[in-house]
């Protein structure tokens, strides 16, 4: 694959990026910390990237970088046939309640910032006549929840996005590849009371590579939580109104 990562400085995108370097996948990587992004870039040689790893700035809140970016990254891999999205912040319940600016930020990365990359990426997959664009969603995103309601509204909206682009574009030759996770053990969820089905990133990362290469177009991971969700999407109202989880 040549693929281009957005959020590989970190977490669950760090697993992933490991994990095709060290298969020997062309990597480049974008992020809004250049600095960051080349430490990541010398990691991944480090873990077997089959070519030196690029970077670019690339941030999910300034619109304006995400051409520039992608322009580097298809000149340095000839093209792109695989476009990865983990880039992604967290807040709490209550700080995106209490804190104005966090909640937009929050809302403009996640929701605004991500689709205006994946809208950016799109015509340079489709290019290819058989390209992947993977992108992390959330179970958050499956039904509203207490603790949850503005992440979880952001979330929402994306994955509406993604199985919308793949009615559309699956038969032109995009797959798109919807990511949920659980709780993943990574700095966003650092000092949060871990839930049940808890995961490492590594192992998130080794279904979302297998999820790529199938070109499944969701994939909840750990996998229980496909069925955590089913259960949870049935309940009523009034149950939700108490559920606290
Ligand atoms: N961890 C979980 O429990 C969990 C659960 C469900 C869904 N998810 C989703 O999975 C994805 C990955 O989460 P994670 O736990 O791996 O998070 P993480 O460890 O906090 O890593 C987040 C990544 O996003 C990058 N990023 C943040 N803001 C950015 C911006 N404005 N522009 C560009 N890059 C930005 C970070 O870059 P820097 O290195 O510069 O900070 C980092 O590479 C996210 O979309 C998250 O919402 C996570």
Not at 109 to 123: D, K, L, S
Request: proline letters at 5%; a positive charge.
């Amino acid at each position: 694959m040549k693929a281009v990562l957005l959020g590989a400085t970190g977490g669950i995108g760090r697993a992933l990026a490991r994990r095709m370097a060290a298969r020997g996948d062309q990597l480049f990587l974008l992020g809004r910390d250049e600095a960051s992004c080349e430490r990541s870039a010398r990691d991944l040689e480090a873990w077997g990237a089959s070519e030196p790893v690029g970077t670019a700035r690339c941030d999910l809140l300034d619109p304006s970088s995400f051409a520039p970016a992608l322009d580097q990254a298809a000149a340095r891999l000839g093209s792109l046939d695989t476009a990865v999205v983990s880039a992604g912040i967290f807040g709490t319940q209550e700080a995106l309640e209490r804190d104005a600016d966090l909640r937009h930020e929050m809302l403009t990365a996640n929701f605004v910032g991500t689709i205006g990359f994946c809208e950016a990426v799109r015509p340079r997959l489709l290019a290819t006549g058989d390209g992947t664009l993977c992108v992390f969603s959330s179970v958050a995103g499956d039904r509203a929840r207490r603790p949850v309601t503005l992440y979880g509204a952001a979330k929402a909206g994306l994955s509406y996005y993604l199985a919308g682009l793949d009615a559309r574009y699956r038969r032109e030759g995009l797959r798109t590849v919807c990511v949920k996770p659980g709780f993943v053990h990574t700095a966003m969820t650092a000092g949060l009371r871990p839930p049940p089905f808890a995961a490492e990133p590594d192992a998130v990362a080794r279904a979302v590579l297998r999820a790529i290469d199938a070109g499944r177009p969701v994939v909840y991971t750990p996998a229980i939580w496909r069925l955590v969700m089913l259960g949870i999407r049935m309940l009523p109202r009034a149950a939700m109104r108490r559920l606290e989880f």
